[in-house]
């Protein structure tokens, strides 16, 4: 059977994105207890650094009974100019699945293109989708569906504004982006969802937010852009999200950041740690959404043996996903 990648929320339709959200539910209240991943191995391989991503991924696989293999590019071949090709080639006869975290998603893409086995986007400067799934997941837990809500982006129109506009023309809840002039999101993938559900681009942060469930936002200069932190930090005075502007969105709303976060730039440090901010429980979130994402596509069926419903993922047949119902 064709293998399956994951490098963009559009790679999985409606329903798979729910099932995966159920299963991860299920591993999350510690209803499964299978070892999908036994004697399998991830390689994990990073042009960027990383915090949650690595240690997420570590144990999920441990835990699924898999092994997780760190491979910082710097160490491999890639380091010394082995073409991405080569490397999916080689990795593909030793280990189960790649996980990547880098720069370029064209070379996320290469990879998965070359690769006999499954390919999951850890992140790169143009997506960041195990992230918004897990922030998804997380308004799912909060406000019991995603039906009817408004999220509000504040701040870069980077890799995570680009995932959280996938998710929205998937899932159908209103995103509103509030962004600097310069600082859009990527122009293609606004467009192509823009049809499918209501999405706005304003420079108003307070517009943004006004009557959100969801306001959320990440740091002014992401990794790779050090050396304009200063310009992007007198580009971005205005769009922090303080307790005034968390004052213009509902009652019930809560806070999300995909962390690490700058308290007194992107956040105050009064809603980071007060009791709308959620960041604590989403960060979790990656673990459980990522161990159900290993398991749809490194398993070939996720089968929940404890719950003896006999359903067997629609991953498991492997069948080409538009990411359209």
Not at 38 to 46: H, P, S, Y
Not at 112 to 136: E, F, K, M, W
Request: net charge negative; proline share 4%; charged share 25%.
């Amino acid at each position: 059977m064709p293998k399956r990648d994951f490098l963009a929320i559009s790679d999985f339709s409606r329903a798979e994105l729910i099932e995966l959200f159920n299963l991860a539910d299920r591993m999350k209240r510690g209803m499964y207890r299978d070892r999908p991943l036994e004697g399998k191995t991830l390689a994990m391989i990073f042009g960027k650094t990383s915090t949650r991503t690595r240690v997420s991924f570590e144990v999920g696989a441990f835990q699924l009974g898999g092994h997780a293999l760190f491979l910082s590019s710097r160490e491999l071949q890639l380091g010394r100019g082995e073409p991405i090709r080569d490397t999916a080639r080689v990795l593909s006869g030793y280990v189960d699945g790649i996980m990547i975290r880098t720069y370029q998603h064209t070379e996320v893409e290469e990879l998965a293109r070359y690769s006999t086995v499954p390919v999951i986007n850890g992140l790169t400067d143009l997506l960041h989708p195990c992230q918004v799934l897990a922030d998804i997941f997380t308004l799912r837990e909060e406000f019991g569906s995603w039906e009817g809500k408004v999220v509000a982006w504040i701040g870069d129109g980077n890799n995570m504004a680009n995932s959280w506009i996938e998710a929205a023309g998937i899932f159908g809840f209103e995103l509103r982006l509030a962004c600097p002039e310069g600082y859009e999101p990527n122009h293609a993938i606004f467009e192509r969802n823009a049809a499918r559900t209501r999405l706005s681009i304003t420079e108003l942060p307070e517009e943004a937010a006004a009557g959100a469930h969801v306001v959320t936002t990440d740091v002014w200069a992401s990794m790779g852009h050090e050396e304009a932190a200063e310009s992007r930090r007198h580009a971005f005075l205005g769009y922090a999200v303080d307790d005034a502007l968390m004052a213009t969105a509902r009652p019930d709303a809560i806070f999300l950041h995909c962390l690490p976060a700058h308290r007194g730039e992107e956040v105050s440090a009064t809603v980071l740690e007060g009791p709308r901010s959620r960041v604590w429980p989403e960060a979790e979130n990656r673990l459980h959404i990522q161990k159900a994402l290993m398991t749809m596509l490194m398993s070939g069926n996720h089968r929940d043996q404890d719950t003896g419903d006999g359903r067997s993922s629609p991953l498991a047949a492997h069948r080409p996903s538009t990411g359209h119902d």
